[in-house]
């Protein structure tokens, strides 16, 4: 195996372990929005805190149903 090859293999576990962050972080975020649409949250409250779209926001943690 040459410098080159072990360069590769060495970026694709980067990526590899920055993806698992990401989907840590997602699924974090996911659900601290559900939580705040449960405690009374709005979509547009969240969307500034976030800076994601208020429609992502409410996709997401969409209305509990009464």
């Known amino acids: 195996m040459d410098a ?3 360069e590769i293999q060495a970026a694709a576990k980067k990526r590899a372990e920055a993806e698992e962050a990401f989907k840590r ?14 405690k009374g ?3 547009s409250h969240m ?3 976030t ?5 992502w926001v409410a996709r997401i943690a969409p209305a509990a149903k009464s």
């Open 4 to 6: 080159l090859d072990m």
């Open 25 to 38: 972080a997602d699924e974090e975020l996911r659900s601290l929005l559900v939580k705040g649409r449960a």
């Open 41 to 43: 949250k709005g979509p």
């Open 47 to 49: 969307a500034k805190l």
């Open 51 to 55: 800076g994601f779209t208020r429609e």
